[in-house]
């Protein structure tokens, strides 16, 4: 079992930056290839990127490129999410996820993942 707790969300002007980070609970964490993934209202919720799990290498969704970074530390168990540039229609709850997938290093299918976080609430104002 992966517990998966996100935080640093918030409310910021369009423009402005903010890192999101998700902390695990476990041993094994970097057995997992880790995901961010949004979901805006009334919308389906969207892959955003992917970190393989020594973290060498990043995949992102063409929306966020150049804009959004993501990272691990396999030494705290904690993946993050630095995102830049914020524009408003970044608006939306942002979850991390775990994938053990061999079939898929980084998988882009929110089905390829075994563990979620709650989620943290990102709020760009323009």
């Known amino acids: 079992q992966v517990q998966l707790v996100e935080s640093g969300g918030g409310l910021v002007q369009a423009g402005g930056s903010l890192r999101l980070s998700c902390a695990a609970s476990?041993?094994?964490?970097?057995?997992?290839?880790m995901g961010w993934f949004r979901q805006a209202p009334g919308k389906e919720r969207e892959f955003v990127g992917a970190?393989?799990?020594?973290?060498?290498?990043?995949y992102y969704v063409d929306s966020v490129k150049g804009r959004f970074t993501i990272s691990r530390d396999n030494a705290k168990n904690t993946v993050y999410l630095q995102m830049n540039t914020l524009k408003p229609e970044d608006t939306a709850i942002y979850y991390c996820?775990?994938?053990?997938?061999?079939?898929?290093?980084?998988?882009?299918?929110?089905?390829?993942?075994?563990?979620w976080g709650q989620g943290t609430q990102v709020t760009v104002s323009s």
């Open positions: 476990g041993r094994t964490f970097s057995s997992y290839a």
């Open positions: 996820a775990a994938s053990s997938s061999v079939v898929h290093p980084m998988p882009m299918s929110g089905h390829e993942y075994d563990y």
């Open positions: 970190i393989s799990r020594s973290g060498r290498i990043t």
